[in-house]
């Protein structure tokens, strides 16, 4: 019972992030975000494609995908 004791005094508190949006500190109810204007905005970036992955190909370019000309019954 001895050894549970030493484990439970290393235990050390999480280290406050900041806000990815604007840079306050983070609250506990929004994690990672300091409110939930902040979620919000975050949200609306990713709704409205702000977030992407660079890529060479173009749209519709996606192996495997059928071209909208091809009939349906081949």
Excluded: H, Q
Aim: net charge neutral; aromatic share 6%.
């Amino acid at each position: 019972m001895a050894e549970k004791s030493k484990k439970t005094a290393k235990v050390v508190p999480l280290k406050n992030r900041k806000c990815p949006t604007c840079g306050a500190p983070a609250a506990v109810e929004f994690k990672p975000f300091c409110c939930k204007r902040c979620a919000d905005v975050d949200l609306g970036r990713w709704l409205n494609g702000g977030y992407r992955i660079p890529t060479d190909e173009a749209p519709g370019d996606v192996p495997g995908d059928v071209p909208d000309d091809v009939p349906e019954d081949v």
